[in-house]
């Protein structure tokens, strides 16, 4: 089982960016992929970002291409999400994930460890 803490939400106008970070420990982090999940209040939990255990690969939900980018630091068993360009649909509780396989996906049902969440608000 691994644990993940993630951080860097808050609050940020439209257009504005964010850096989210998922610090991981309990397991060999470098050998699996990561992910980034949303949920926005009355919607269903939606893919936003992976990555594979070597970062080599990366997938990215449509609505977030060209914006955001997903990357790792295995030496810091850190996973980071950099949104740019945000806009208010961005607003949703993010969520860190670690895969159960060693490449990326976009299934929830292959990841098998979450974070609790950190809240991104985009409002003027």
């Known amino acids: 089982q691994v644990q993940l803490v993630e951080s860097g939400g808050g609050l940020v106008q439209p257009g504005g960016s964010l850096r989210l970070s998922c610090a991981a420990s309990g397991r060999t982090f470098n050998r699996y992929a990561m992910g980034w999940f949303r949920q926005a209040p009355g919607k269903e939990r939606e893919f936003v970002a992976a990555?594979?255990?070597?970062?080599?690969?990366?997938y990215y939900a449509d609505s977030v291409k060209g914006r955001f980018t997903i990357s790792r630091d295995n030496a810091k068993n850190t996973v980071y999400l950099q949104m740019n360009s945000l806009k208010p649909g961005a607003t949703a509780a993010y969520y860190c994930?670690?895969?159960?396989?060693?490449?990326?996906?976009?299934?929830?049902?292959?990841?098998?460890?979450w974070g609790q969440g950190t809240q991104v608000t985009v409002s003027s």
């Open positions: 990555i594979s255990w070597s970062g080599s690969t990366t």
């Open positions: 994930a670690a895969s159960l396989r060693s490449m990326a996906t976009m299934s929830p049902a292959d990841f098998g460890s």
